[in-house]
């Protein structure tokens, strides 16, 4: 059972550039989330899909887009890379039906944007 | 979200309770207290939540007081794999809010032989 799965694990971008973390779930889970992390820092929320087919903004999606692009699969992309977006990437995963429900996290994306 | 207030460190002896606080004076009466923690960077994990009850599971122990203004997480036998950071986080269940979770600071515990 592998949860959550994110990849890639690292990744060096030139400002600028544009890329796509992949996240996938095999939980059958209806709501699945992008989450930023830095240095000393708690995580802050960029966008989340509550169920397929929606998507929604968190604390922090400037500079950022999303796809659900089926039940399992919710894809971040940054079009024009800079360096603020020099960060740990989470997604996460939870039954997400409204109620108390625990998240599921995936192991990160670690991506320097110099 | 209610906001809630940790404090930024702690240490506990290997094999001892470790008893982390959390308070949350403005929490609603629908919303949930969640343990999250964060070892080394890795993704969060889930530990316990609870609404008002005390709740106990494999890994750890929930106590809430009776005006849900604040609540302690307890490791009853801190390992050296404990040492992470802890999070207490407020959710409303229902409505728009799903499953989003909002991190604060957290607090980092160090557990030491």
């Known amino acids: 059972n592998a949860g959550v799965t994110q990849t890639p694990k690292f990744q060096v971008l030139k400002t600028g550039q544009s890329m796509t973390l992949q996240c996938a779930q095999d939980m059958n889970h209806n709501s699945m989330y992008w989450y930023r992390q830095d240095p000393g820092m708690g995580l802050r929320l960029i966008y989340y899909?509550?169920?397929?087919?929606?998507?929604d903004k968190g604390e922090v999606p400037n500079g950022y887009n999303v796809s659900r692009l089926n039940k399992r699969e919710f894809s971040l992309r940054l079009e024009s890379a800079a360096p603020s977006q020099t960060s740990v990437y989470f997604c996460a995963s939870s039954e997400g039906t409204g109620w108390a429900t625990e998240a599921f996290f995936g192991q990160g994306t670690r991506l320097t944007v110099v | 979200d209610a906001k809630t207030t940790q404090p930024p460190s702690m240490d506990c002896a290997e094999g001892r309770a470790a008893n982390l606080p959390c308070n949350h004076s403005t929490i609603s009466g629908n919303e949930y207290v969640y343990w999250y923690r964060q070892i080394h960077s890795q993704g969060p994990q889930y530990i316990i939540h609870?609404?008002?009850n005390n709740e106990t599971n494999e890994m750890a122990s929930l106590i809430i007081t009776e005006d849900r203004k604040s609540s302690t997480l307890i490791l009853p036998h801190a390992t050296l794999r404990d040492t992470a950071v802890y999070y207490c986080i407020v959710r409303a269940a229902g409505g728009t809010s799903y499953g989003k979770l909002t991190f604060g600071q957290g607090t980092i515990l160090t557990v030491h032989p």
């Open positions: 899909s509550a169920s397929e087919g929606t998507t």
């Open positions: 609870g609404l008002k």
